[in-house]
């Protein structure tokens, strides 16, 4: 089975700052790896995927995200952040093959003050 | 717009009564599943459509809990008998098959808040 930890359950952080948002995964299979944000009241929205190939990837709003597998890692990172990205953020995981069913972490709130 | 939609947005209802919700997916997309999410945590996967055939149940779902999806398009979940536990945010989303463009990623309808009394 697959597991997902987010170890932040909230990361507070001033307009224009760096950030990074954890995300540690589990699995016994090869595996996709995917960052989804949640505005309020809103469904999830797909952030960026890694599938293969490069192990960097990047979205259109800034945001990138790196695999690394032998620390079982997709680490979310921006560098410099606004206050319209204030939002939830769930790494997920899911397996290659089969129906390929997401497993969520618990989410990661980013707070983005002036 | 073309997106996943569900209805309603919100429900709120008292213990023991059966509720249904509706998701109509992309319309060219062949898969679709359904999440519940509670309170501080991610999404917990319940079940999944290839077309109208149910191929997988979470162990989440209870006998209280049925999902259809009767000719491939639009999808139903009930709940009989709701209990507060019951409370919860329910998701749809949907994917393409294997060879269409992005058929990886899963489009997430904005969700059925379920109040239980």
């Known amino acids: 089975a697959q597991s997902v930890t987010q170890l932040d359950s909230q990361v507070p952080v001033f307009e224009e700052a760096p950030v990074e948002l954890r995300c540690n995964y589990s699995?016994?299979?090869?595996?996709?790896l995917f960052w989804y944000v949640q505005y309020p009241n809103q469904g999830l929205q797909l952030l960026l995927k890694?599938?293969?190939?490069?192990?960097l990837v990047e979205s259109i709003n800034g945001f990138e995200a790196e695999f690394n597998k032998s620390q079982t890692s997709f680490h979310l990172r921006k560098p410099s952040v606004h206050i319209s990205d204030t939002a939830e953020y769930f790494c997920a995981v899911s397996v290659s093959t089969g129906f390929q069913k997401l497993v969520f972490g618990t989410g990661t709130r980013l707070l983005v003050s002036p | 717009d073309t997106g996943v939609s569900q209805d309603p947005r919100h429900k709120i209802t008292k213990r023991g009564q059966n509720v249904t919700f509706r998701c109509d997916p992309i319309s060219e997309h062949n898969r679709l599943y359904w999440y519940r999410q509670t309170l501080g945590q991610g999404p917990e996967f319940l079940t999944y459509f290839q077309n109208e055939a149910q191929l997988e149940k979470s162990r989440l779902l209870s006998d209280r809990f049925s999902a259809e999806r009767p000719k491939g398009s639009f999808s139903t979940l009930e709940i009989q008998r709701t209990e507060q536990g019951d409370s919860a945010m329910y998701l749809c989303?949907?994917?393409?098959?294997?060879?269409?463009?992005?058929?990886?990623?899963?489009?997430f309808g904005p969700g059925t808040r379920l109040t239980v009394l």
């Open positions: 989303a949907s994917r393409g098959g294997t060879g269409t463009g992005g058929s990886y990623e899963q489009f």
């Open positions: 890694y599938l293969s190939g490069s192990t």
């Open positions: 699995s016994s299979v090869s595996v996709y």
